[in-house]
């Protein structure tokens, strides 16, 4: 009888005879005498013992085919399609219909997992909900369900959904962190936090809490709280190539080069073949003058059998350090397009210049200055935005504005910074080199203690009104921050370099009137020709150098600030011109240190050691400043005058005001 067939074929395949019962189970279908569907069900899952999916799921659609109400043949069915990764076919069986008719709600668990992989969100939220209604403390299924409706943009049903299925299990880490994400998503940033800061205590062992709260206080521009929170993630889970990774990142940002280098080290101990670490490694060896590692960062690279567009990358700073530039230029057409596209670019044009094949060299700076426009920081309007700031200040610069300033002057202890400025590229990395080389000063490149007591004075508006006691607060403000990054010996001598304190002058005289001003010139079509053909990180300022046009705007704004401000304070200045320092250094620095009254050391005029002892050089000089002082910068803008057309008449009044020709 059929039925003792198939009872024998269950037989069989309980003892683990599964040979035996998928004979007996196939004879019998062949005999035709028996029900057909249970047959099909059980050959379904004895070939699905031995590995044989794609037959055990043909099996089980005839059983489903005969027997589409039977559960346990559909759930069968579901999982051997979804072991298939036939997704869809597995959601035709998992049919709404079916789900509603399933008291067991397995149905419904598959329905809803398989639209919301398939982000279907819909239709896993009805799915899910169905489950809710018979069993509404399943906080797993509420979970699932908040998910699915953030699936579908309704961030508050979602929130809600999660809140509730956290009140229900606040042990669950999963839906605590899927819960902070549905904060988010409606820009609940508070509580976010403070649910992240109890799931970090909460959850001492995982590492997700710490990392989205750095993700969090990242978003927030909270640069010490997310570097802080990024570590208590590495502790808690160090074997992460990419915690390491972000970690690596983070530390170059704060300029901690020997944290990021270790970091990098590490990452490509967890992962040796990621490319990430290996070219961030690389761009750090450039900007810290340790270019003659690049080579067994390379020899590295190849025994961990890197990927060759990454050795290519790597390779290309080698060949340029070399001064091989055909060899170079040939090495980055390996380096695939998405593979640091900008830098990529920029070394491209680099080289195309130093081969003085300038229309090529022109075009690829512009290349490299494209890719950067479009960034989501919006560079272009910020630029503009400053340049508008920058007209508004220069209206301000009348007689009538300086003599309604308040009567008042600094008495303190402190000496009066020196402070160094100019356009960018104006020499001021190489000038800043020679006088870090004297024992009598220090140096502070490119910091932001003068910027951050401008913001908090509330900006050049605000100086007339300062007395005496908000002068004093002021300039403590001011060492306070200095001592920060910089602390400063009885007797030194600090030299605040930044360019583009050429509009800040009036702060200067306002909090610092004795301070002496190193002013660095240099020919104007240079220097904006230069600043065009820099790699900048895009503050507001180096944003105005992606287009030739914003650059030479810019250039006449900060001189025209910078002459009506001194117009109206005389300060004591000394010009440095950089055509005349690159042919005679000591000719042009010794007036100049004893102008500072300083002693002469002669061991400032070896900047180049001086450049290679000094670590991170955050200025887009960091690739000439440790080479030996050359003058090939010298005029480069004659070799790109056909290309500066558009600003000459701009830029022109200013090089006849400097005491420059064109010729």
Known sequence: MSTTQLETAVAAARTGDFANARRIAEQALLGGQEEKAPLHALLGMVLARSGELKAAAEQLHHAH?????????????????????????????ASADLAKADDSLRIARYRGFLAQKLEQFEEAVAAY?????????????????????????????????LRRAVAIDPAAAPTRMNF?????????????EQELLRAKDDFPQDSRPPYQLYALYKGQLKQDEAISALEEAERRDPDVAGIQLKLAIEYGVVRRT?????????????????????????????????????????????????????????????????????????????????????RTAHMRATLLDRLDR??????????????????????????????????????LLTPEWRDSWQPAKASDAHSDPVFLVGFPRSGTTLLDTILMGHPGTVVMEEQPPLNLVEEALGGMTALPDLDDSAIAKARDHYFAEVAKIQPLEDGQLLVDKSPLFLYRLPLIQRLFPQ??????????????L???????????????????????????????????????????????????LVEDVGGVVQPLIEWLGLDWHAGMLDHTTTAKSRGLITTASYSQVTEPIYRRASGRWLRYANHLQSITPRLKPWAETFGYSDS
């Open 65 to 93: 085919k005969e027997k589409p109400q039977d559960i346990t043949v559909a759930c069968n069915l579901i999982a051997i399609l979804l072991d298939l990764g036939q997704d869809d076919a597995a959601l035709e069986v």
């Open 129 to 161: 909900q169905l489950i809710i209604a018979r069993q509404p403390d399943d906080f797993e299924c509420l979970n699932n369900l908040g998910n699915a409706q953030a699936g579908m943009g309704d961030s508050e049903a979602a929130l809600a959904t």
């Open 180 to 192: 902070v994400s549905a904060l988010l998503s409606l820009d609940m940033a508070e509580e976010a």
């Open 258 to 342: 020997q944290d990021a280098e270790r970091a990098y080290r590490r990452t490509i101990k967890l992962d040796p073949s990621g490319t990430d670490a290996y070219l961030g490694l690389a761009i750090q060896y450039e900007h810290t003058n340790r270019e003659d590692e690049f080579t067994g960062l390379i020899d590295l690279g190849r025994s961990n059998r890197l990927a060759d567009g990454a050795l290519a990358f790597i390779e290309a700073l080698e060949l340029r350090r070399q001064k091989r530039f055909d060899e170079g230029l040939d090495r980055l057409q390996a380096v695939p397009d998405d593979m640091e596209p900008i």
């Open 358 to 395: 300038s229309d090529e060299a022109f075009a690829a700076f512009a290349h490299a200055n494209a890719l950067q426009q479009n960034s989501p920081t919006e560079p272009l309007e910020r630029a503009a935005q400053l340049r508008d700031r920058l007209k508004t200040e220069i209206a």
């Open 515 to 528: 301070a002496k001003i190193i002013l660095a010139l240099r020919h104007p079509n240079d220097v904006v």
């Open 530 to 580: 230069s600043c065009f053909m820099s790699n900048f990180r895009l503050n507001s300022a180096m944003a105005n150098f992606l287009r030739l046009e914003d650059a030479a705007e810019f250039y006449d704004l900060c001189f025209t600030h910078w002459a009506k401000a001194r117009e109206l304070f005389a300060p004591d200045v000394h010009t440095v011109v950089y055509e005349e």
